[in-house]
């Protein structure tokens, strides 16, 4: 990681712990409409993935259109954040200290993530983390990308790509860091290194889509400083 000249980190996962909170209310949307599911099977099988294709999965096995079911969900789920609020990743903080220590000389660093920007600002500002992505004296500095402002989402590799030359770096020279199956193989389909943060998802399924490194904490990181 630290030869990279661009650390790509997606959002929920990786930065902030939101994945209980926001597949445990997916999870109670998918039920309401009639299909009953529990947050782990949300975590197993919707993690990561693009909304649109999680609305086409339950659509397809209730046999119905489901319209108003995302809309429902997003608003649960910010409901969620602001009432209940979403922790940072343990070691998160201390990991992007070790990368400022390094000045200049050290990888730029930017957040590739499938949701709205809406909800990776709340979110980041929430666990005390914005001002480490967004620079108060650089605020038209754009730091922070997302699949709904690209029209690509992971699996596919248009998000990574576009915050590489967004960022001024060659994809070869990005390494991204990943905790779902999807966006490792967004990662490696843009053609750049991945670590993946094996919490949720098992390592050996990180591995199988094409993981470079495995860790289960940023203390492994970290002690490459």
């Not at 046999?63 to 608003?75: A, Q, V, W």
């Not at 960022?167 to 843009?190: I, W």
Request: hydrophobic share 40%; aromatic share 6%; charged share 25%.
């Amino acid at each position: 990681m630290l030869e990279s000249k661009l650390i790509i980190f997606d959002c929920d996962g990786v930065l902030v712990d939101t994945e209980p909170l926001t597949n445990r209310v997916l999870a109670q949307c998918v039920s309401d409409a009639g299909w009953a599911v529990d947050a782990q099977y949300s975590i197993d099988h919707f993690k990561g993935r693009d909304l649109k294709d999680i609305l086409a999965d339950v659509e397809g096995h209730l046999g119905k259109k489901l319209p108003g079911m995302m809309d429902d969900y997003r608003e649960r789920m910010y409901v969620e954040i602001h009432e209940c609020g979403v922790p940072a990743i343990d070691g998160i903080h201390e990991l992007l200290d070790g990368l400022d220590a390094m000045g200049v000389d050290g990888p730029h660093r930017c957040v590739g993530t499938n949701a709205p920007l809406k909800k990776a600002t709340l979110t980041l500002t929430g666990s005390g983390l914005i001002d480490r992505f967004v620079h108060r004296d650089e605020p038209e500095k754009v730091t922070m990308f997302s699949a709904y402002g690209v029209g690509k989402w992971k699996p596919d590799p248009g998000l990574f790509l576009h915050a590489a030359e967004s960022m001024g770096h060659l994809p070869v020279d990005c390494v991204v860091v990943e905790d779902s199956v999807s966006g490792v193989l967004a990662a490696r389909n843009a053609n750049m290194r991945v670590i993946g943060l094996a919490t949720l998802t098992p390592a050996d399924d990180l591995l199988k889509a094409g993981a470079t490194q495995i860790i289960e904490s940023y203390q492994e990181l970290i002690a490459e400083f």
